[in-house]
């Protein structure tokens, strides 16, 4: 069972800590994985009274495997329009 801190960070193995270490965490039955937004960053929120823990999304940059992924978006529905158009598949 992991440790968070308030501020966010995680330490897998409580064991190899002191308890000096360890002074303002909590302990948790797992740390849940953010899911993954198009232009979006997670942000680990904690509850440290309830144990609880969620992830807030703000803005962010779009990573290079994004910027292709939009632009593959992009020429699927250009070709899927033209498919229409002509009524001819295009392979």
């Not at 899911?35 to 309830?50: F, N, Q, S, T, Y």
């Amino acid at each position: 069972m992991p440790l968070v801190w308030a501020d966010g960070r995680v330490h897998a193995r409580p064991d190899l800590l002191t308890e000096e270490q360890k002074r303002g965490s909590i302990l948790v039955d797992e740390v849940p994985e953010p899911e993954r937004i198009l232009g979006k960053a997670p942000v680990m929120r904690v509850d440290m009274e309830a144990g609880r823990i969620w992830y807030e999304y703000v803005d962010a940059p779009y990573t290079d495997p994004e910027v292709l992924h939009l632009r593959l978006q992009d020429v699927e529905k250009r070709l899927e329009a033209l498919e229409d158009k002509d009524k001819v598949k295009v392979f």
